[in-house]
């Protein structure tokens, strides 16, 4: 957006958690929370003043800005300031909400540094566990992509920095005026989310006081003060510290050839698992000599919940992994081998014949994973609306173009691959430009041009023929060619600019462009983006695309278009790479 809010937001995170650590700071030292607690006020009273001399030292500097921005634009003669007071609004909703999370670390922790440990643990934790529950399940199971679990059970109000930068923010609304589009208005969105986040900023502040209330003086300087968590501590990141390790040295084993099974990694979760409940341990007493009967009676208990927690991600990997929908349920399917092709109807039998071919690959393919060198995505659209999709790794022993026949049948149809080639559904594209550019053997352009959008539809339709003679596809789509990597095309950009019907299929990479870092981290929690849907990226009817055409000797009617409309060089000869 245009008006951003990131650098609001992402001031007041760091400055809700300064300001709670200094709020709060007495409680950390035994000598100061006594003294403090023996004087002759409430502890309802000293949480109340720690909460709203905190909020204040948010909130003034922010209204301070907003009188100084206000100034500002009065002075320029611009009346319309009511996006300063929304934008004054929103830091203050959003500073009430992340102070609350600060006062609850504040009081369930006894040392200073553990308030900004636990800060980013209660930020943090939720992604962490649904990355590590995600990693380990597609581990174990086959063909289940990393995003079909987490999609469903990813919910990211529980990751409230990510979810407060990707919904808060002021989006400009765009006027089409020639070929240019231009902002007209900036719309406020993320007061539902705003909102939803006082109010569970007032039930958070609630129960911080009963924990203050509560809480023993004597706790002081203990990394958690509160003995019933404990446990929980030590056991819920102890159990995702296994999870999340046991996948990494997988891989990392993998990057020495060494592939391990079910058995093995589910081992490596309890032993890695078992050293971070330790160390946690040895943190939460601040002492290496932690060992005692008592300690190895709780391990042994550790261990089973860990075997538990994996044996339940494994199972149900493995019953997910083996539903297929029935072609009834479904409304169409798309399934990228050289690349996307989508089919409807009775067509989608063929795209069920061949996940049943790749899952039939599971036993070879975990014997040598380390050898992938080939993924396959399946992708369903249910006519409920739920998508069903599936990622197929392959290794080199396994040739899709030989052993799914009937898919490559459909992939290698013409309309198919001129899709393919344009990166989109080409039904009623509309061409607005394109430019030419060829080179000499030293790289250095001989021509350089530009064409309207008749030339480049032109262009086009040449291509489509070159297609139909089955002659452009080795210069555009290598991989369809087993494999073999030839590049004799011609040293020559030639790129098409042209815009996709709203709602027609385009290419997954066109979606990925422009976003931010925190929305990269949300869709890896599962936040769903055009980008990252299989095979199902759509247009919005207005963004601009563009494709880069390779061409040889063999695209004889492109040529003849090319030469007609002056865009060969009349001097310098067609070179190729090889």
């Known amino acids: 957006p245009a008006i951003s809010m990131e650098a609001d937001m992402i001031f007041i995170f760091v400055m809700a958690l300064v300001t709670g650590m200094a709020m709060f700071s007495y409680l950390y030292n035994s000598r100061a929370c006594n003294m403090i607690h023996s004087m002759p006020v409430t502890r309802r009273q000293l949480f109340s003043t720690n909460v709203l001399t905190g909020l204040l030292f948010m909130w003034i500097p922010q209204i301070i800005k907003y009188i100084m921005s206000f100034v500002i634009c009065i002075s320029y003669g611009n009346t319309k300031v009511v996006h300063i007071g929304i934008n004054l609004l929103a830091a203050m909703g959003i500073s009430f909400f992340m102070y609350s999370l600060v006062c609850l670390c504040a009081v369930i922790t006894g040392q200073l540094v553990s308030v900004a440990v636990m800060y980013a643990v209660v930020n943090l934790l939720y992604g962490g566990a649904v990355i590590a529950i995600a990693n380990v399940l597609t581990y174990v199971s086959y063909g289940l992509p990393y995003m079909e679990f987490v999609r469903k059970i990813s919910v990211t109000w529980f990751v409230p920095m990510l979810q407060l930068l990707n919904r808060v923010g002021f989006h400009p609304g765009m006027k089409k005026a020639g070929d240019d589009y231009y902002c007209i208005k900036y719309t406020f969105r993320g007061t539902n989310t705003i909102v939803v986040y006082v109010i569970a900023a007032a039930v958070i502040y ?26 929980v501590f030590r056991w819920g990141l102890g159990c995702l510290g296994g999870l999340i390790l046991s996948t990494v040295t997988a891989s990392l084993l993998l990057g020495l050839r060494i592939s391990i099974g079910v058995p093995a990694i589910m081992m490596l979760a309890v032993v890695l698992g078992i050293i971070v409940f330790l160390l946690l341990e040895m943190i939460i007493r601040k002492n290496f000599k932690i060992f005692s009967k008592a300690l190895f009676k709780e391990i042994i208990a550790f261990g089973g919940f ?21 072609l009834a349920d479904i409304d169409s399917a798309s399934i990228a081998i050289d690349f996307d092709i989508n089919l409807e109807g009775k067509d989608v039998e063929k795209i069920l014949e061949t996940q049943k071919i790749l899952m039939a690959q599971k036993k070879d393919y975990f014997k040598k994973r380390y050898n992938d060198s080939w993924n396959i995505t399946i992708s369903y659209t249910l006519k409920n609306g739920e998508k069903v999709n599936r990622v197929y790794h392959t290794t080199d022993d396994f040739n899709p173009h030989k052993q799914c026949r009937a898919i490559m049948a459909e992939e290698n149809k013409p309309q198919n691959i001129i899709n393919a080639i344009m990166q989109c559904d080409t039904t009623d594209i509309t061409f607005i430009n394109g430019s030419a550019e060829q080179y000499d053997d030293k790289y250095v352009d001989v021509l350089n041009e530009s064409f309207n959008g008749k030339v480049a539809a032109d262009i086009f339709e040449a291509v489509k ?23 004799n095309s011609y040293m020559y950009d030639l790129m098409l600019n042209f815009t996709v019907p709203k709602g027609n299929r385009i290419g997954k990479s066109w979606n990925v462009y422009g976003f931010t870092w925190y929305e990269e ?34 695209c004889t009617n492109l040529i003849a278009v090319l030469k007609e409309n002056g865009l060969i060089s009349s001097k310098e000869p067609l070179l190729t790479y090889e």
């Open 521 to 554: 981290l949300l869709d890896i929690l599962g936040v769903t983006k055009e980008y990252s849907d299989f095979g199902d990226a759509r247009s919005d009817g207005i963004e601009t695309y563009s494709v880069n055409i390779s061409f040889g000797e063999n």
């Open 465 to 487: 023929k070159d297609v139909e003679a089955g002659v452009m596809q080795e210069y555009n789509l290598k991989r369809m060619l087993d494999g073999v990597d030839k590049d």
């Open 306 to 326: 860990v075997v538990v927690v994996f044996g339940g991600i494994t199972v149900y990997g493995n019953v997910q992994e083996n539903y297929i929908p029935k």
């Open 206 to 231: 609630f129960i911080s006081y009963k924990i203050y209330k509560h809480r023993d003086l004597e706790n002081a300087g203990s990394f958690i003060a509160i003995p019933k968590l404990k446990p």
